[in-house]
């Protein structure tokens, strides 16, 4: 009670009126201060470290990140591993200490990657993640780099960012299959209606927590999930934050087939390389024509989710919802 | 057998060439004498409270809805209670003598109540329904008055009530939930697919008996139905009028999630009001962004689908339809 | 392994520079000469009776096919027996022997006979098969005669035929009920999604096989059944093959029931008699209404995918994934 008070207090502090309008993209320096402020009788050791565990749960240290080395001819990436074999080219998310959270540099890679694979000679491509998660989302350190322009700026070009990497899944040209490791969240959740197949361990779950942190949906998903599932099913994970199992998502149609953990990686991989040897072009034709009758729609949409949440990361509401976040987290 | 022969001896006796055509408008003072007549041999007692029965069961007595009162801060509606507490303005059918069937006053309060909870500072609406019934429909009655410019204006005024009661519920800018206490029938079950959550007790259900009647669906259930479930469970829904159980309406994603009858209010209201606890503005623009892409189609839809009801309504089959159901009802 | 190379090798002694291109409408011959070469050390007697069995199961035999006679008022068919009954015109595929496999000729005469019963004064129309199979699917004796303008021409000519056949289902004019009493392959599958009701008995299943035989899906359920059932799950059944049991099927809403194979007719048809008995006009201005807000999409998608479906036809990849299934079957 008395930190939600004190927060708003910080909040009116952090606004004198002849200082530019703040924004939740300044956040993470907020809930730094925020969260020491609010540690309250703790010592101070025992405050560092809480304030190291929260700030590193959140947007990770600086050091680089320990990943896997490829193996077999790959493109040099530095966030993704990404090689091809038996007719797969296999693109993994390569930051398993910061659970896949994807940076700006991984979304750019990212889309590199997906456009070289949808050029090459490969049947099918497979997008999966290094360790125990498959993506915990968008990291929120792209946030912290305020650039010259200021804030503004930098909700500009995260929004145009973020369109071209959902544009480059609703135009891809062969069947893009998703291999669920672990948990997703956010925007690797939202994407998986723009994929043709999904199969995920029994271990994944599937979380879009957006209005809790005063945002909106995208990759389609305010399109795709009431057209997968249903309204009533899909609100309940864009609007109210519901976290999925993996067999209720694949109840509802966004995962094709759920597999016990154990057994995952050599079930999935014997079915993938079974794909991978059915006809090339009748399988891209034949996904293109799927694709075609909503294309139109799906890049009307993609813009519409973006535009809406570059006004949302440029709200207080946005900045106020991220920060009661963090200051219910440095409770715990 | 011969009651259905008489019937239609009765359908000709009440169409000599030179009156103006009858309709299924007429058929509450037909299905009186309908009834009376098909009673045959039972005693006049016997008859009498036959009846009563009959004529109540379809469309209530004339006597005043004995119903609960509002608490708290309400407007003052006939049929509803509309009350705001904990960011969530609730609107409550409450005509539960009548199993909370839809009259003519009361569509045109829902239209108000809902422009009003749509304008006022809660953060989510939720309809539910007084008593054991969450709505069995529109009420038989508004056909009964015939005004002055005959059945055609009848209809034409009900489809037109009817369409301003479903665009109201389309163009809805913030996020709207069910709680189903109890049996939906009709126009409560069709605008289920226009509503973004949809909680319901294990004993609700979900009946549509459109054709039964002679009629066809509106509430854009024609078109939102086969997008959510299917055609092929929606037509055995709005065709075929099956009857569904609260767990099979969940099953095909008209019903979020069911809940037992035991602890169906306590546990849909903690989740509301921890929903309302949300950003406002993020979940609303969210809703929005999920409609928006659909709402033109929205409005083609119902203004289609009330066109061909009031084409159905002012049909001989329909009458006939109405009549024959009466009839089966008579003889029970 | 050596059948492989030796396929690869065959394939390129049928490709001389100057003889005009094979394709996979020549496909039968060259599986018949692919099957005898393939045969190995067997004894001449092996040989010819694993001919015939090869080519009885892909294309059955010459023989005229015994098939049940019609009873009560029928048009006369030869591959169809048409009946209307208790306002139900009944529509039974009759080469049982052939596994009611779709000839041109039974093509044009569903053609017709749907064009009838949309027509005639019955309720509701029903589509199901003699024998153990609902359908297998298109008859690759459709392929073997060539005519006078060569493969370009008959790939054109059974492209129309095709369109045709499904713009009927398109626009039937009134409920259409699928009663599944076996397996179903191919267009008899993805014809489903515009049936308004399915029922199945328990041993069905539902097959599409066309990546694997380098051919690309149809009967709108490149639209309709990532519409139903969620692209996830739709692209395992038309890109790979997935082969669904009846509850499989049932789960994603392409079909709405199964029933115990030992009931199935008296459950079912107890049912449509009942169906058939309710307002005639009421069922096809509610079904036409259910369809009309996606009818001229559906043309559109007819059209694509028939587009599609001839250039694949006269593709290489089509012809050689053709030959390697047969190569496969004749090796087992």
């Given amino acids: 009670m008395s930190n939600r008070t004190s927060l708003k207090q910080q909040l009116r502090y952090y606004r004198p009126c002849n200082t530019s309008k703040p924004s939740m993209l300044d956040f993470v320096n907020k809930a730094k201060w925020d969260a020491w402020k609010s540690l309250g009788s703790v010592s101070q050791e025992e405050a560092r470290q809480q304030y190291v565990d929260l700030i590193s749960s959140l947007v990770g240290t600086e050091a680089p990140a320990v990943a896997a080395q490829p193996t077999g001819s790959t493109k040099g990436f530095q966030t993704l591993l990404v090689s091809t074999e038996d007719n797969i080219t296999t693109i993994r998310l390569n930051r398993p200490e910061k659970k896949n959270a994807i940076t700006v540099e991984m ?16 049947v099918i491509t497979v997008i999966t993640g290094s360790g125990d998660y498959y993506c915990s989302g968008n990291d929120l ?10 804030v503004e700026k930098l909700a500009k070009e ?25 948990p997703a969240v956010g925007v690797s959740v939202t994407l998986l209606g723009l994929f043709d ?15 809790q942190l005063g945002q909106s949906p995208e990759g389609c998903s305010s399109y795709l999930f009431p057209k997968i599932m249903g309204a009533a099913k899909a609100s309940e994970m ?4 519901k976290k999925l199992t993996a067999a209720q998502a694949c109840e509802v149609g966004l995962v094709t087939e759920v597999f016990p953990e154990s057994s ?16 090339r072009n009748s399988l891209a034709l034949s996904k293109q024509l799927i694709r075609v009758v909503e294309k139109e729609k799906l890049h009307a949409v993609n813009d519409a989710e973006v535009e809406r949440l570059v006004e949302r ?8 919802a991220i920060m009661s976040f963090f200051q219910a987290k440095s409770k715990l």
């Fill in 158 to 182: 995260s929004g145009e960012l973020l369109r071209r990497y959902v544009k480059v899944y609703i135009d891809f040209p062969k069947p893009l299959i998703g291999v669920i490791n672990g």
């Fill in 107 to 122: 979304y750019n890679e990212l889309i590199e990657a997906l456009d070289l694979a949808g050029k090459d000679d490969s």
């Fill in 197 to 211: 197949v999904v199969y995920a361990t029994e271990k994944a779950t599937f979380h879009t927590p957006f209005s």
């Fill in 141 to 150: 350190n792209n946030f912290t780099k305020i650039p010259e322009g200021g």
């Fill in 264 to 279: 995952f990686q050599s079930e999935v991989w014997t079915r993938l390389k079974a794909y991978a040897k059915l006809p």
């Fill in 313 to 320: 990361w440029l709200s207080d509401e946005c900045m106020q």
């Fill in 238 to 241: 864009l609007l109210f934050n």
